[in-house]
């Protein structure tokens, strides 16, 4: 029997795998959400597809570390990752990974659990959409433009509403499945509207 999974997601096994086993589901892991987070930013103006194959090279440069190395990283240690063709080089780009592990101390410094706080941005129970088909899903939402407020304040980058949109589909937020998807949740939240 063949698998129906949303239009989005190519035959290509990297996009299934994810699609499959990550896309959607709630995901609460401090350095996973830290991950998810700055490789949305990372997409800006690309295909999620050109990330999910420089995911493993951004594991090696930047999110084996924890949040503190991240944060400490150099002007000149950002820099020379310029060189490695195995990451988007963009300047700007990688440098708001430092930015953003540096705004993630900042809010735990003030006591603030940071997976929760994220988290307090999604609506409860999450949202489960009626996406008869993907284009029709929202770019961005209320929930994600105070996503987007919020952590710009704190000194976040590439976090624009849209970024925050696709964070909160990736990290189970919310679920935007299309409704014939193997793997959309069956929810009696379901919003018809």
């Known amino acids: 029997m063949t698998i129906q999974r949303c239009g989005w997601c190519s035959d290509d096994p990297l996009y299934t795998a994810y699609h499959d086993q990550e896309w959607g589901q709630a995901l609460h892991d401090e350095k996973r959400l830290f991950e ?36 400490s990283f150099t002007d000149e ?19 708001a990974i430092r930015d953003n592990a540096r705004a993630w101390q900042q809010l ?15 609506q409860q129970p ?24 919020a952590l ?10 849209t970024i925050c949109y696709a964070f909160m589909q990736a990290v189970g937020m919310v679920d935007d499945h299309e409704n014939h998807c193997h793997f959309k949740t069956i929810s009696s939240h379901s919003n018809k509207s």
Request: hydrophobic share 40%; with cysteine.
């Open 152 to 161: 710009k304040k704190a000194g976040f980058k590439f976090v624009g509403p």
């Open 36 to 71: 998810m987070l700055c490789l949305e930013g990372q997409q800006a103006g690309l295909a999620w597809i050109t990330v999910l194959r420089k995911r493993e090279s951004y594991r090696k440069h930047f999110f084996q570390y924890s949040i503190e190395t991240i944060a």
């Open 77 to 95: 240690q950002l820099t020379a990752k310029l060189q490695d063709a195995s990451l988007i080089r963009h300047i700007g780009k990688l440098t």
């Open 108 to 122: 735990k410094s003030q006591e603030i659990d940071v997976v929760t706080w994220l988290w307090s941005f999604a």
């Open 126 to 149: 999450r949202l489960n959409n009626d996406v008869a088909d993907y284009h029709q899903a929202p770019a961005q939402t209320i929930e994600s433009q105070n996503m987007s407020k």
